[in-house]
Nanobody
Framework: QVRLVESGGGSVQAGGSLTLSCVASGVSYSSYCMGWFRQPPGKEREGITT???????SYADSVQGRFTISLDAVKNSLYLQMSSLKPEDTAIYYCVADWEDGICNKDRVAFANWGQGTQVTVSS
């Protein structure tokens, strides 16, 4: 059984940085696609980044160059380093994981496993 628990959310001023963590249990890292989604207030949930079993990362245009996804299999943890934050980055951020099944990129929308979410608020 896969379990994902996010932490690290909070409030930060525009231009600041924040790192989210996701402790993942029950995941086969070499065969899984993992990533981060977010849901801004009043908007639909969107995928922003993924990382596959070989460590290849994919980013949505909205976060490319500002966010970095990484995986530490020894610590059973997925990370999202966020810098140059903007007010429009305000959202609930979710950690996701699922079998790779041949697709692991920013356009993948279906994931079987979701964390509970962590709030990120960026003030101007």
């Amino acid at each position: 059984q896969v379990r994902l628990v996010e932490s690290g959310g909070g409030s930060v001023q525009a231009g600041g940085s924040l790192t989210l963590s996701c402790v993942a249990s029950g995941v086969s890292y070499s065969s899984y696609c993992m990533g981060w989604f977010r849901q801004p207030p009043g908007k639909e949930r969107e995928g922003i980044t993924t990382i596959d079993g070989d460590g290849a990362a994919s980013y949505a245009d909205s976060v490319q160059g500002r966010f970095t996804i990484s995986l530490d299999a020894v610590k059973n943890s997925l990370y999202l380093q966020m810098s140059s934050l903007k007010p429009e980055d305000t959202a609930i951020y979710y950690c996701v994981a699922d079998w790779e099944d041949g697709i692991c990129n920013k356009d993948r929308v279906a994931f079987a496993n979701w964390g509970q979410g962590t709030q990120v608020t960026v003030s101007s």
